[in-house]
């Protein structure tokens, strides 16, 4: 699990929603506990920390449960182009530099290659015949991540 952690956590976009979680948590007791006037205040703020850490633990128990029950399967990286983001973001990646990664991978031993789009940092250093991790869910993937070694 300390892997898997270091791992998910090292991820800007979780690193991102992990220190803000822990500020909103901080802030919304301060409010609460040293200005009783700004109950409200503080509850929102309460309520934005644990909403920001459910997508943090939402993300780490995906990736455990998928390493655990062998749902992720490491591909072959076919076409990768870096480019422009979408206009609409996704909640997972790296919006501040506006550049996103277009690609295909295919799984060994599968026959159709897929498309991607990611817009982690990371992605933009990935070329045709590196590996990747496609973790997916009922059958469709929901998390590619660089190819590391994950203690089982």
Do not use: H
Not at 30 to 35: G, T
Not at 129 to 145: N, Q
């Amino acid at each position: 699990m300390r892997s898997v952690l270091r791992a998910v956590l090292g991820g800007l976009d979780c690193a991102i929603y992990s220190a803000g979680a822990l500020a909103f948590l901080i802030f919304g007791v301060l409010f609460i506990v040293a200005e009783p006037s700004v109950t409200a205040l503080g509850s929102l703020s309460l309520a934005a920390g644990v909403g920001s850490g459910s997508l943090v633990a939402l993300r780490i128990t995906s990736v455990y449960r998928a390493l655990r029950m062998g749902e992720a399967v490491e591909a072959e990286i076919m076409r990768s182009d870096v480019g422009l983001m979408r206009l609409q973001g996704t909640l997972w990646g790296d919006l501040i530099n506006g550049t996103a990664v277009r690609g295909s991978y295919r799984i060994p031993g599968m026959e159709p290659v897929v498309d991607y789009y990611l817009q982690e940092r990371w992605a933009r250093s990935l070329r045709p015949g590196m590996k990747i991790w496609v973790i997916s869910v009922k059958g469709r993937p929901v998390l590619l991540a660089p190819s590391v070694q994950f203690d089982r």
